[in-house]
C-alpha cells in the first residue's frame, strides 16, 4: 500500500517543494499533471523540498486522463472546497489498496466537469468560507496525507527516533 498527493497542473514552484518535503518525509509518491506552472529545475522549488528531491517518488503524467488510466481500482479522492463530505469522515486503512488525493490548480481548482462525473469522491477540509476562498494547497495536502497515514497507524514511518544529539536527552 502506497499514499499518493497528485497535484493537477500546479502553478506555485513553493507549494510544489514544500508538498515533495512532506513525500519525502512520509514516503508517499507524488504525481504531477502537466502542464506544470514552472520548470522542475526552478530554484524556488528545489529551495522548498531542500535536499530531498532524490527521497521523492515523482512521476509525470502528460494530463488528467493519463494519470486516471495509472489509478486502477484504488481509491480516488478528489479535493475541493466545494465538496460536501468531510475529509475526516472518510476510512483510509484499507492498507490493500493504493490512496490517491488530487488537488487541483491552485488557482482554478480541479475542473468543473470532472468533478461533476465524479461528485461522490469528492472531499472538503472544513474552513470559514466567509474569511478565505481557500486553504494552501500545501497545507491542505498535508492535512489530508497525515489523515490517512494516523488511521494507516503510520505504517512505514518513525513514531519514536533517537538522533544522536537528542535534545531531550
Known sequence: MTNHIVLFEPLIPANTGNISRTCAGTNTILHLIEPLGFSTDDKHLKRAGLDYWDKVGIRYHKNLEAFLDTVGENPLYLISKFAEKVYSD??????????????????????????????????????????????????????????????????????????ENDKLK
Not at 461522490?120 to 481557500?134: Q, T, Y
Request: a negative charge; charged letters at 25%; hydrophobic letters at 35%.
Open 90 to 163: 472518510i476510512d483510509y486503512s484499507d492498507t490493500s489498496k493504493d490512496h490517491y488525493f488530487l488537488f487541483g490548480k491552485e488557482t482554478t481548482g480541479l475542473p468543473e466537469a470532472f468533478m461533476k462525473k465524479n461528485a461522490e469522491k469528492c472531499l472538503r477540509i472544513p474552513m470559514n468560507d466567509e474569511h478565505v476562498r481557500s486553504l494552501n494547497l500545501s497545507n491542505t495536502a498535508n492535512i489530508l496525507i497525515f489523515e490517512a497515514l494516523r488511521q494507516q497507524n503510520f505504517a512505514g514511518l518513525d513514531q519514536v527516533y533517537t538522533y
